[in-house]
């Protein structure tokens, strides 16, 4: 009977400890493919960087005749650049309202 004791609380420690390590080996994946998600290289070979005085004069000056919509979040603009960047010269540009909370969550970049 001791024995079978022994034997419960050695397997339950080591079930224990084999759920520990499987959990820490998850969420140390799982936080790498979060950071190599976050990495701007890929953001960098697809979208191409324009100055704001570009965007500025393309949208002249964000007006209200190049908005094309508006939300809680942000405003959106078309503009069309004076030279073309990587074969693009037609563009929209959204524009982050930063003072409202949760703001910078609503920037999704599909590719």
């Known amino acids: 009977m001791m024995i079978l004791i022994i034997a419960l609380v050695v397997g339950g420690i080591v079930g224990i400890i084999a759920v520990a390590i499987l959990h820490w080996r998850y969420n140390k994946k799982r936080k790498q493919r979060v950071a190599d998600n976050q990495g701007s290289t890929?953001?960098?070979?697809?979208?191409?960087?324009?100055?704001?005085q570009r965007l500025q004069k393309a949208t002249n000056?964000?007006?209200?005749?190049?908005?094309i919509g508006w939300g809680n979040f942000?405003?959106?603009?078309?503009?069309?650049?004076?030279?073309?960047?990587?074969?693009?010269?037609?563009?929209?540009?959204?524009v982050l309202k930063l003072q409202m909370k949760g703001a910078s969550k609503s920037f999704v970049v599909y590719i």
Request: hydrophobic fraction near 40%; proline fraction near 3%.
């Open 42 to 52: 890929v953001m960098d070979a697809v979208i191409p960087r324009v100055t704001y």
């Open 74 to 94: 942000s405003s959106v603009y078309k503009g069309i650049l004076d030279e073309s960047v990587d074969g693009i010269k037609q563009i929209a540009v959204k």
């Open 61 to 67: 000056g964000f007006s209200l005749e190049n908005s």
